[in-house]
């Protein structure tokens, strides 16, 4: 029901936009959320933007990342600019319809995943 795509190979200092599409449902019901996961390390929060389109980042993204959504395209994205090896991971969208605040950047909050798209940024 979520697939992530626009992943890639980029140069440290370059930029990528990772796009999260939902069919089947009503994406403006869902709060979205983008977590990435490096190897050996643990799934890490990156962002997140509730129905009404509030906001929330992981520290280490805070003002390089914006996560933003379109409600009637059912369509939402992460850009990610001014990249670093530090972000080299497998990123996931998730979704939830039922998800309280406090639980936005847990991954155990979100019901649904997408199948993740790899990330590689290049020093």
């Known amino acids: 029901q979520l697939q992530a795509s626009g992943g890639g190979l980029v140069q440290a200092g370059g930029s990528l936009r990772l796009s999260c599409a939902l069919s089947g449902r009503s994406f403006r019901s869902y709060v979205m959320g983008w977590f990435r996961q490096a190897p050996e390390k643990e799934r890490e929060f990156v962002a997140a933007i509730s129905r009404g389109g509030h906001s929330y980042y992981g520290d280490s993204v805070r003002g390089r990342f914006t996560i933003s959504r379109d409600n009637a395209k059912n369509l939402g994205w992460l850009q990610m600019n001014n990249l670093n090896s530090e972000d080299t991971a497998v990123y996931y969208c998730?979704?939830?319809?039922?998800?309280?605040?406090?639980?936005?950047?847990?991954?155990?909050?979100?019901?649904?995943w997408g199948q993740g798209t790899q990330v590689t940024v290049s020093s």
């Open positions: 998730a979704g939830s319809d039922t998800i309280v605040t406090s639980s936005y950047r847990s991954p155990s909050g979100y019901q649904y």
